[in-house]
């Protein structure tokens, strides 16, 4: 009986811990800060984005956010966090309702968060939240979603 309780219980964490955990960990990780981060923009608007955005370091007055320049800027900002905040939920209901899609966004999130490695990289401002951003990406997202990819891939092309 002790056997047959064990090979149960194995059963049971092998179903349990799948490649998938690559996808839905990071992903609901993302979806969660999305969620939260978004009606704060939509909420609080554009003088409390360019403090909250702004580096410690640096002082810019309240009143650029009143700017026309910057009033275009945060227009175009909200189009796109809007579109973002729209496939983050789709992707979220999709992977959790038809598993059978975390192949087409595993591949598309990886693409994402290696360019979004790229950009915050490449700026080159220094500022420590960058730095915090760069390690996010470099020990949680990329080796979550890049893990999944790899694991699909052999998967697909290793037999």
């Given amino acids: 009986q002790n056997n047959h309780h064990n090979e149960n219980n194995n059963?049971?964490?092998?179903?349990v811990v799948t490649k998938e955990l690559l996808i839905y960990i990071p992903f609901t990780v993302d979806a969660l800060n999305t969620l939260v981060t978004f009606p704060l923009f939509v909420i609080?608007?554009?003088?409390?984005?360019?403090?909250?955005v702004t580096p410690k370091e640096e002082?810019?007055?309240?009143?650029?956010a009143d700017r026309p320049a910057f009033k275009q800027l945060w227009e175009l900002f909200m189009v796109a966090y809007?579109?973002?905040f729209g496939f983050t939920l789709?992707?979220?209901a999709c992977i959790y309702k038809y598993p059978e899609t975390i192949p087409c966004f595993g591949y598309s999130l990886f693409a994402l968060y290696a360019y979004k490695h790229f950009a915050v990289q490449n700026k080159k401002l220094g500022?420590?939240?960058?730095?915090?951003?760069?390690?996010?990406?470099?020990f949680f997202f990329l080796?979550?979603?890049?893990?999944?990819?790899?694991?699909?891939?052999?998967?697909?092309?290793?037999r």
């Fill in 11 to 15: 059963k049971t964490m092998g179903t």
């Fill in 59 to 64: 002082t810019i007055p309240p009143s650029e």
């Fill in 143 to 158: 080796p979550g979603y890049g893990g999944y990819c790899v694991l699909h891939l052999l998967e697909q092309f290793g």
């Fill in 127 to 138: 500022a420590t939240q960058d730095d915090q951003k760069l390690n996010w990406i470099r």
């Fill in 90 to 92: 789709s992707t979220l």
């Fill in 82 to 84: 809007e579109g973002y």
């Fill in 44 to 52: 609080n608007g554009r003088k409390w984005a360019l403090e909250a």
